[in-house]
């Protein structure tokens, strides 16, 4: 039995008709918490190269520089996927409201202790205990707006919730683009550029510690949750179960399922997408060589760069994903999953490919974000839509969340395909045109999406699934 009071399809009020100012409460906090975690992501993008090359014995090689980028890389998406399992089970045992606290906390102590680093070592340990608390966050907000929001608001809050992660992206690209002129001034100016800037990058990271005092002041657990709990409790119904998540066919496949479709989207996003600033740091090494720019400024103009291309590349997703949610709401979730998921795969490839000038930055970047990171709308739209109230952190925790494992390994597929790739070049030429067809390979991962689309339900308009009435 749902607990619609009105179907979303066939209301004609706008989506914000009578909400109440703690239902915008709510909304703010699950926004800000998740705005906060991607902004944090992307700090550790750009603060990752900076921090190894700091953190190595001086004079470590530059492949040796990359592999332990690489590594932190994947220790901290193993992190992220694995406190997303965890916290995701969580939320639905204990609340929604408590872990969303923990997990925020998390992330950011462990942020601000990442600047402390002595060694590499240490630094990925950081690393990963940031991840178990950033993976928890996504399942925890989401379960959060759809279960304490009405339902005809539900899918258009969602979709706006993850529209606003572009607005973290675009701060951490901002903040690229100020460190970047800073250390170009400096060496202007005439002094030495700062060689642990990336310690501040991780400081800023470790300011939404802040927020877990609200949350925890005035966040209470939804109705909808707190109601649901009572009842198990005289049923025996199981929360935040994996055993009831997969023991159940009903809920089993919608999971596998939703997995699968998720693995798709993370996967091409980590394991190609946010590789953009290498291909970007290439062409504007060429540039900056062509131009005979003082050797001292070429860190700083390759980090302003960096940042550029993520507040395009984010300008574009925060579109794509505002347009997601409003052409699902008219036509459907599957038809518009179809659509991205094809779209993903020609927009990544054409970058890939393609881009090979700065202007370039301005035109290719920002359409292949709005193409990759629409999906992830439609995941927040979408996944809530497949599980009941007492698995829905649960399952939608799992299905965002298992790519991350496979996601954690791109560093070291990519690595391998591109050096059978690059097999016998010596130029750097030929070194970067392995890296692209590498990307461009797989890329193809974004087409196994529509694999598991073909098998899952239409959601539009339906009520939210529960476990008293039997799926149709």
Not at 57 to 77: E, N
Not at 80 to 96: E, K, N, P, Q, S
Not at 169 to 187: F, K, R, T
Request: glycine share 10%; hydrophobic share 50%.
């Amino acid at each position: 039995m749902s607990s619609a009071t009105t179907n979303p399809s066939t209301d004609t009020h706008s989506w914000r008709h009578g909400l109440t100012s703690y239902h915008w409460f709510v909304f703010t906090v699950a926004c800000l918490a998740w705005l906060f975690d991607c902004l944090d992501q992307q700090l550790f993008i750009i603060a990752r190269n900076p921090a190894i090359a700091d953190l190595l014995p001086k004079g470590s090689a530059t492949d040796l520089q990359k592999m332990w980028g690489g590594y932190s890389t994947s220790i901290f998406v193993a992190g992220w996927a694995t406190g997303g399992l965890v916290f995701g089970a969580m939320g639905d045992r204990i609340g929604r409201a408590k872990t969303l606290t923990l997990t925020v906390l998390l992330y950011s102590v462990f942020t601000g202790l990442s600047a402390f680093s002595q060694t590499v070592y240490d630094f990925c340990f950081y690393r990963f205990v940031t991840g178990l608390g950033v993976g928890g966050v996504f399942g925890l907000s989401v379960a959060l707006v759809a279960d304490a929001l009405p339902d005809r608001s539900r899918s258009n809050a969602l979709g706006l919730l993850q529209s606003l992660s572009a607005v973290g992206n675009v701060m951490a690209g901002l903040i690229a683009v100020a460190v970047g002129y800073s250390q170009v001034a400096a060496v202007q100016g005439g002094a030495k550029p700062s060689g642990d800037f990336w310690k501040y990058l991780f400081w800023i990271g470790a300011a939404p510690a802040f927020l877990c005092v609200f949350i925890q002041m005035r966040l209470k657990e939804p109705e909808k949750w707190r109601v649901a709990r009572e009842a198990g409790r005289l049923t025996g119904a199981k929360f935040g179960s994996y055993a009831s998540l997969f023991g159940e066919a009903r809920w089993r496949t919608p999971a596998l399922l939703g997995m699968m479709l998720c693995v798709s989207g993370v996967v091409g996003l980590w394991g190609v997408g946010f590789f953009s600033p290498e291909l970007v740091g290439d062409v504007i090494g060429k540039q900056l060589k062509a131009e005979n720019l003082p050797a001292g400024q070429v860190p700083g103009k390759r980090l302003m760069w960096t940042g550029i291309t993520m507040i395009m590349q984010n300008l574009g997703a925060f579109l794509g994903m505002m347009t997601f949610t409003k052409l699902a709401q008219r036509f459907g979730r599957k038809p518009i999953f179809a659509m991205s998921f094809v779209a993903a795969f020609l927009s990544t490839v054409a970058v890939f490919q393609f881009l090979s000038q700065p202007w370039h930055i301005f035109v290719l970047i920002p359409i292949m974000g709005f193409c990759q990171l629409a999906l992830f709308a439609g995941f927040a739209i979408y996944l809530p839509e497949l599980f009941p109230t007492r698995l829905r952190s649960t399952g939608v925790s799992f299905c965002y969340n298992v790519g991350r494992f496979i996601a954690a390994s791109g560093p070291f597929t990519m690595g391998v395909l591109q050096a059978k790739l690059a097999a016998g070049a010596v130029t750097p030429e030929a070194k970067l045109e392995a890296f692209r067809n590498a990307c461009s390979w797989v890329s193809l991962v974004f087409l196994v999406g529509l694999i598991a689309l073909y098998f899952l339900p239409e959601t539009k308009g339906r009520p939210m699934p529960e476990d008293a009435a039997p799926a149709t």
